[in-house]
Nanobody, 127 residues
């Protein structure tokens, strides 16, 4: 099991950038976890945004709406994952969640593929 804590959310204007951070605490090496970011907008289901496989593979993958604007990264020495978001627009307004899956490989875009979740951080983009 891994404890995840997101930070970095806030209110920005359209076109601006924001970097979210996911800090992990676990007895297992953070490098052995696949990490993903999901988001949930008001009145909508939670949706996949970006993911990275465990460090032995490190494949990254993105939703169509995130590709080209968002970048997921991991720093295993700091037990941390980042989601760099650029050119934000009001449709990106949501609570953003970090999730982890032990020895996660392949392209994992479904919620049920992740067993550990953070509490979320709010991102609001004004027009």
């Amino acid at each position: 099991q891994v404890h995840l804590a997101e930070s970095g959310g806030g209110v920005v204007q359209a076109g601006e950038s924001l970097r979210l951070t996911c800090a992990a605490t676990s007895r297992r090496p953070f490098s052995s976890y696949a990490v993903a970011w999901f988001r949930q907008a008001p009145g909508k289901d939670r949706e996949f945004v970006a993911g990275v496989a465990w460090s032995g593979i490190s494949t990254t993958y993105y939703s169509p709406s995130a590709k080209g604007r968002f970048t997921i990264a991991r720093d295993d020495a700091k037990n941390t994952s980042y989601l760099q978001m650029t050119n934000l627009n009001p449709d990106d307004t949501a609570v953003y969640y970090c999730a982890a899956a032990h020895w996660g490989s392949g392209t994992r875009t479904r919620e049920e593929e992740y067993g550990d979740w953070g509490q979320g951080t709010q991102v609001t983009v004004s027009s």
